[in-house]
């Protein structure tokens, strides 16, 4: 989806697709070698896989097919990718509208959640996805201290205002 946007909009490709690629074409490959969900090769698994756990990864896989069923892989791999690629384009541009509108909130907020996203692609603003935030209570402000003034030297001194004289009403 990213790659076929990118496309779409700025009508060239660039490197920020790589994870995309990366991950509908291990997709693919799982969806034929895997899951057998090919119909030109069948319900059928290829390859055995020699995963090694403690590595964490898959470490070798041994062919059990010929050259030319693994041709026939390559190709459906690139059939389905292909595919996939052409209907994101599809989608994108039926949607071009909805595209552009939540391409704007993500350059202004950089990251939506989940609900957030629903919520937008269902047609609602971003301003009822994401109200103002209310103001920050104020801080209380703290009076000033009253100054004391004394009378004569030696006397204690008096506050400063007159409504707070010692013993007063």
């Known amino acids: ?68 069923t693994s041709r026939t892989i390559d190709a459906e791999i690139l059939r389905i990718v292909e595919e996939a690629d052409q209907r994101a384009k599809t989608v994108l541009a039926a949607h071009s509208d909805t595209l552009h509108r939540l391409s704007k909130v993500l350059l202004d907020r950089e990251t939506i959640d989940r609900p957030q996203f629903l919520r937008l692609l269902d047609g609602a603003s971003q301003e009822e996805v994401f109200p103002p935030a209310p103001p920050a209570p104020a801080e209380p402000v703290a009076e000033p201290k009253k100054e004391k003034r004394s009378i004569l030297p030696g006397l204690p001194s008096l506050p400063s205002e007159p409504d707070a004289q010692p013993g007063g009403a």
Do not use: C, W
Not at 7 to 13: A, G, H
Not at 31 to 56: K, V, W
């Open 1 to 68: 989806g990213g790659r076929a946007a990118e496309e779409l909009v700025y009508d060239e490709r660039t490197t920020g697709a790589a994870n995309d690629l990366e991950k509908v074409t291990a997709t693919a490959k799982a969806m034929i070698m895997r899951f057998g969900m090919s119909d030109t090769l069948g319900p059928r698994a290829f390859g055995r896989n020699h995963d090694q756990p403690f590595l964490g990864r898959e470490f070798s896989q041994e062919p059990d097919y010929s050259e030319e």
